[in-house]
């Protein structure tokens, strides 16, 4: 098989996807390596010396919230002592924003792509500013997340399985023409996510806890976004370990490393030092006191979406600055990177383009352009949460190691 035979076959692979979101389960039901004391996070592996504020916050949180510890002294002990057992939820088929933290009584989204059998999972959404995967752990966090596992879950579980599963797909194709580019703006797909559950959730629930779980989705306003990654994962997971192809299946970060992987690379990380984010700032806070690029959500870009989408989604600029014509801008170089563009994401302002579609780390590496992506901003200090929005790029070193590996591949 060519390089080019095996890229066509990624293209085809990912565009033959679909993303039915059908239920949610204990992570320690949903996936099958969770055991007691595993921690999975975003981006490339990393042990707990070089994890970020923001993550140990999460996992500090996270420890607390599962009766492992009772305060972050204790976790530090945990930690240090070799008893967590931490690895990256892109190695376990799941997925999660920011600091991405899943522990085994966590209830996750289980999205399936069902022409390749894969079952992707993600985290609930827990809404912006103070919230675990931003670093975030105090008692409203906390009591949040017990709310969001022990009722919301169930309730949103019943509703999902009355509705027959919810196409993910189908509402992000929708929402590009509405909009959003699905990874900093969902005001449309959260809210079409929301019609399909919102008979259902009324019908499953007391009416207390049914107009809570409504109401606090309307008000998240990024609600879709987990499930929206866990669907972009499970579809370029199809396009994984073809050999020879130089597409690119990930892109995440862990607050301390940006990392890639390559189709025809198999499961390796190609990483560099993990980008600042040139953003906008909640009031309060500055550049000072952010913490360097984090998160799984740039598998948003990887599938076309996000930062490759915003000419579609010119409003996202006034949560992660910039102006309209810079969104137009990004998406169009995003296309000198891609070897295609997707046949079900199309954006109305290029008459109806697909999205730049398949990184080819050749094509990077050849014009110099890295893939931008927009996010959010994390508080460099644990405890703090959410601090802003903003644009970074992948670095390109990342890529350069990645052609060199493959290169070698090929003379060997």
Partial sequence: ?????????????????TAHWYDIRPAHEAIAAMNDYTVLHAGPPLGWDEM???MRGAITGACIYEGWASSPEEVERLATSGRLLFDSSHHHHAIGPMSGIITPSMMVNVVRNEPFAIDTCSTLYMGIGKVLRHGAFDREVLDKLRWMNRELAPLLQTAIQAAGGIDIKSIIA???????????????????????????LIRAGEKDIAIRAVDFIDKAGHFILNTVMAAAK??????????????????????????????GLGERWFTAPAPMIDGVYFPGFGPEDANPDLGDSAIAETIGLGSFAMAGAPAVVE?????????????????????????????????????????????????????VINTGIACRRPGVGQIGAGLTAVPMACFTAALEAFAGQQTA
């Fill in 1 to 17: 098989m060519t390089i080019e035979q095996a890229n066509r076959q990624f293209l085809d692979n990912v565009q033959a996807g």
């Fill in 52 to 54: 970020c504020g923001p």
């Fill in 174 to 200: 929708q929402s590009l023409q509405m909009g959003d580019e699905l990874h900093n703006r969902n005001k449309a797909s959260n809210a079409l996510l929301l019609t399909s559950l919102v008979q259902h």
């Fill in 234 to 263: 499970g579809m370029l997971d199809a396009g994984a370990n073809i050999p020879r192809s130089t597409m690119v299946t990930a892109i995440a970060r862990n607050g301390y490393q940006t990392g890639i992987r390559v189709s």
């Fill in 319 to 371: 949560y992660i600055g910039g102006t309209a014509q810079f969104a137009m801008e990004t998406t169009l170089q995003m296309y000198e990177i891609t070897i295609g563009e997707h046949q079900t994401f199309k954006l109305p302002p290029l008459n109806f383009r697909g999205t730049p579609l398949g990184i080819d780390i050749r094509k990077v590496v050849e014009t110099g352009i890295t893939p």
